[in-house]
């Protein structure tokens, strides 16, 4: 059963810092790239950051660039997403998914497996 569990979520203030996790089980993680998704109330889900296998290629969507870092642990098979200059607008259920292939993506299309979410809130 291939399964994907994000944690790390809460309320922070703006500015303030988040770091989630999203831990694979199953053969799920080795060999594929793994990305970051959010949906924020009323919006369409939407890319957040991408990294392949084995981690050396990097994706941003620009609205984090700069401020939110992808990383991954291959012996753990764990990604986790470090969110810095947290702005309100971050506000959304963030979502972990693993990609088709090796590489890097920015598109939904390309990602197969998604984890249940976890709710990141930015207060003003």
């Known amino acids: 059963q291939v399964q994907l569990a994000e944690s790390g979520g809460g309320l922070v203030q703006t500015g303030g810092s988040l770091r989630l996790s999203c831990a694979a089980s199953?053969?799920?993680?080795?060999?594929?790239?793994m990305g970051w998704f959010r949906q924020a109330p009323g919006k369409e889900r939407e890319f957040v950051a991408s990294i392949g296998w084995p981690g050396r290629a990097t994706y941003y969507a620009d609205y984090v660039k700069g401020r939110f870092t992808i990383s991954r642990d291959n012996v753990r098979n764990t990604v986790a997403l470090q969110m810095n200059s947290l702005k309100p607008e971050d506000t959304a259920v963030y979502y972990c998914?693993?990609?088709?292939?090796?590489?890097?993506?920015?598109?939904?299309?390309?990602?197969?497996?998604w984890g249940q979410g976890t709710q990141v809130t930015v207060s003003s």
């Open positions: 199953g053969r799920i993680f080795s060999g594929y790239g």
């Open positions: 998914a693993r990609e088709k292939g090796a590489g890097v993506a920015a598109s939904e299309a390309r990602y197969d497996y």
